[in-house]
């Protein structure tokens, strides 16, 4: 029986075994591209596509496609067209009846690639220009120009192969190939093997052996029984702690500071994922346009290896606008500039200024109905130690709802500590001054509080999750200093993300918060700043801001001391930029320190998003299932991000 093999300089080997004809290639190594779109941006910002400008084509040639897949299901049809370039670019003609011919073989590589990629390494690919076979042209082959070149693809996919023998060798023996997804009888694609071969190769180097690489990996196809075996070689080489940090590209940023707050020690057990969280914590700063971990490729004369972090700065100031929008509770607009460098070590300080209710008031020149705040906060990373983060802020805010008016200024300082990669803990002190005018009349606070808080974050991306979760626990004790009043602020909040289906296309959402309070002679000693409502686009979706409330007598809301809210979301990818998101809220706020459920309020609505780099825009409508007489009827709402 033939056999032909075909090693890749990464020291992959495959093989297919039978005496049916076949085409092979790497291509399934490097990741299909698109052509992107013509830019668009929002203040600044790119939304999508490039706006560097096209090359011009020289000698252009026009031609059209037609794709016959034979025997193939819907889902591999769909993946076969979506990786041909012929089909995603017939619109954008080539250069030359040769530049027609080097598209072709590419687009044939990409579609075994994708055969490959889904199992099925018995498949063919075959590719004619103007009824010719592209393996048959000469090398310099020309075509009637009249009309668009016609160009056809066959594609029979072949039958669906499946893991056979298993074999690990070298210093992957000790592994267990079951938990990186190789068992006989399972699914044999070709990104299966590889991610699981970079998942061992990362796996023996956790073990604190940096020079670990992949010996071999050679994939055999038997088309007699329609299985693939694998065999895979690792060296681990020798086991060898972090050697010496230098740090280079630092302009304005001390590049001690840089090294300190990597956290990356010389004489420190390696470990590639302590490299990998060094990057995203120096990224996380926002004074970097790129951060890099170089590893050296021998260890140093003491024994350990090299760590050459590579940063390049981006701009240290900046600016912008933003807005909000509920037809609720009206438009409101932001602005700010900030620094991100003050003194050398990623000091930032950011001054902003907010407006809302726009649309709310009935005169346009009644501006004492709109609200307002104005606020710095200075943020030093790295503070006493390089897993503390000291901040410190001043604001003042004109809020006005529909059950109270508030003039509150603020001033607070705090001290965040990472105990680990996901659990933070933080504690500060906190002094505002409100004057209030409520269901309990006019009244002024002057209140000392000493918020403490633990954070447990384990979500995979926060600006769009799709899996784990995020769970807080905080305390606020405080002292009214004008009532002599001392009162206590419990809250909690947990939120879960599971992604199903592929490329987390699905993902479930869903969050529960609640809180109480506790101490204050009566709910007056209390300033209503601090006291709980519930209801609006942060909250629950359908009600107005606040809405949510025990009422007195007189049917003015009086804020309560306990309350439960959460959320579920089905958030469903509709294309790679456009999803669509059904969601149901519900929520209770009671007067007493335990919830008492009597008055529960539900929410319903649907919510669209559109993808950006910096996370998704959402736009979101929403219903009250329990209508307040004279209340709200629904809700638009629409922002930056997720709802949670």
């Known amino acids: 029986m033939p056999s032909k093999s075909l090693s890749s300089p990464d020291g992959?080997?495959?093989?297919?075994?039978?005496?049916?004809?076949?085409?092979?290639?790497?291509?399934?190594?490097?990741?299909?591209?698109?052509?992107?779109?013509?830019?668009?941006?929002?203040?600044?910002?790119?939304?999508?596509?490039?706006?560097?400008?096209?090359?011009?084509?020289?000698?252009?040639?026009?031609?059209?496609?037609?794709?016959?897949?034979?025997?193939?299901?819907?889902?591999?049809?769909?993946?076969?067209?979506?990786?041909?370039?012929?089909?995603?670019?017939?619109?954008?003609?080539?250069?030359?009846?040769?530049?027609?011919?080097?598209?072709?073989?590419?687009?044939?590589?990409?579609?075994?690639?994708?055969?490959?990629?889904?199992?099925?390494?018995?498949?063919?690919?075959?590719?004619?220009?103007?009824?010719?076979?592209?393996?048959?042209?000469?090398?310099?082959?020309?075509?009637?120009?009249?009309?668009?070149?016609?160009?056809?693809?066959?594609?029979?996919?072949?039958?669906?192969?499946?893991?056979?023998?298993?074999?690990l060798e070298g210093d992957a023996a000790s592994l267990d190939a079951s938990e990186y997804g190789l068992t006989t009888g399972g699914e044999a694609g070709s990104l299966t093997i590889i991610?699981?071969?970079?998942?061992?190769?990362?796996?023996?180097?956790?073990?604190?052996?940096?020079?670990?690489?992949?010996?071999?990996?050679?994939?055999?196809?038997?088309?007699?029984?329609?299985?693939?075996?694998?065999?895979?070689?690792?060296?681990?080489?020798?086991?060898?702690?972090?050697?010496?940090?230098?740090?280079?590209?630092?302009?304005?940023?001390?590049?001690?500071?840089?090294?300190?707050?990597?956290?990356?020690?010389?004489?420190?057990?390696?470990?590639?994922?302590?490299?990998?969280?060094?990057?995203?914590?120096?990224?996380?700063?926002?004074?970097?346009?790129?951060?890099?971990?170089?590893?050296?490729?021998?260890?140093?004369?003491?024994?350990?290896?090299?760590?050459?972090?590579?940063?390049?700065?981006?701009?240290?100031?900046?600016?912008?606008?933003?807005?909000?929008?509920?037809?609720?509770?009206?438009?409101?607009?932001?602005?700010?500039?900030?620094?991100?460098?003050?003194?050398?070590?990623?000091?930032?300080?950011?001054?902003?200024?907010?407006?809302?209710?726009?649309?709310?008031?009935?005169?346009?020149t009644d501006v004492s109905d709109l609200n307002y705040s104005l606020g710095a906060t200075f943020i030093k990373p790295g503070a006493f130690f390089p897993s503390a983060t000291f901040e410190a802020r001043l604001a003042g805010e004109t809020l006005n709802t529909d059950h109270y008016e508030a003039d509150s200024f603020l001033g607070s300082a705090s001290l965040s500590y990472e105990i680990n990669d996901t659990d933070t803990v933080t504690g500060g002190l906190s002094l505002t001054y409100d004057m209030i005018k409520d269901a309990f009349g006019e009244n002024d606070y002057l209140t000392l509080g000493v918020p403490l808080t633990y954070t447990r974050d384990s979500r995979d991306n926060r600006l769009n999750p799709t899996e784990g979760y995020r769970a807080s626990i905080s305390t606020t004790p405080s002292y009214d200093v004008f009532g002599s009043t001392f009162f206590t602020s419990v809250e909690g909040s947990i939120s879960g993300y599971l992604g199903l289906g592929e490329e987390d296309r699905l993902v479930l959402a869903a969050r529960l918060d609640a809180g109480s309070l506790f101490g204050g002679s009566d709910l007056s000693a209390i300033p209503a700043t601090r006291r709980f409502f519930a209801g609006g686009g942060g909250s629950v979706r359908g009600y107005s801001f606040q809405e949510i409330s025990p009422y007195n007598a007189a049917g003015k809301a009086t804020g309560g001391r306990s309350y439960v809210t959460g959320s579920v979301e089905a958030r469903i990818s509709v294309t790679e930029t456009i999803g669509i998101v059904p969601f149901f809220d519900f929520g209770t706020v009671s007067a007493d320190v335990t919830p008492d459920f009597s008055d529960l309020r539900m929410g319903a609505g649907v919510g669209l998003r559109y993808m950006t780099p910096f996370g998704p825009l959402r736009l979101d409508v929403a219903v009250p299932l329990q209508r307040y007489e004279g209340g709200s009827t629904y809700g638009i709402y629409a922002g930056i991000g997720q709802s949670f």
């Open 195 to 364: 991610n699981a071969t970079d998942r061992m190769v990362n796996a023996v180097k956790q073990q604190g052996r940096p020079l670990t690489t992949l010996a071999s990996r050679d994939v055999v196809a038997d088309h007699a029984t329609t299985t693939v075996d694998v065999t895979i070689a690792i060296e681990g080489g020798p086991v060898a702690p972090i050697g010496n940090v230098t740090v280079k590209g630092a302009r304005s940023v001390e590049p001690a500071f840089i090294e300190r707050y990597s956290r990356l020690r010389e004489g420190e057990e390696y470990s590639p994922q302590q490299l990998r969280k060094a990057a995203e914590r120096l990224r996380a700063l926002g004074v970097f346009s790129s951060v890099s971990i170089e590893e050296a490729e021998e260890l140093g004369p003491e024994g350990g290896l090299p760590i050459g972090i590579v940063v390049s700065e981006g701009k240290h100031r900046y600016f912008g606008v933003g807005a909000n929008y509920s037809s609720i509770d009206g438009l409101g607009l932001e602005g700010y500039w900030g620094h991100r460098n003050l003194f050398g070590e990623a000091e930032s300080l950011r001054l902003e200024g907010s407006i809302s209710g726009l649309g709310e008031v009935s005169d346009v």
């Open 12 to 167: 992959t080997s495959f093989r297919r075994i039978g005496t049916t004809a076949f085409a092979v290639c790497l291509a399934f190594l490097n990741p299909v591209t698109t052509k992107p779109a013509s830019a668009l941006e929002l203040f600044g910002i790119e939304l999508f596509g490039s706006d560097e400008p096209e090359l011009e084509v020289v000698d252009p040639v026009s031609f059209n496609v037609s794709i016959d897949v034979t025997g193939a299901s819907e889902e591999i049809a769909e993946k076969l067209e979506q990786a041909s370039l012929l089909i995603q670019e017939e619109d954008e003609p080539v250069s030359g009846d040769l530049g027609l011919v080097i598209k072709a073989r590419d687009d044939r590589d990409r579609l075994i690639a994708t055969l490959y990629e889904n199992a099925r390494y018995g498949g063919i690919v075959t590719v004619l220009i103007a009824g010719r076979d592209i393996d048959s042209l000469p090398p310099s082959p020309t075509f009637d120009r009249s009309e668009p070149i016609p160009v056809s693809i066959n594609v029979a996919p072949g039958p669906l192969f499946t893991l056979g023998d298993i074999s």
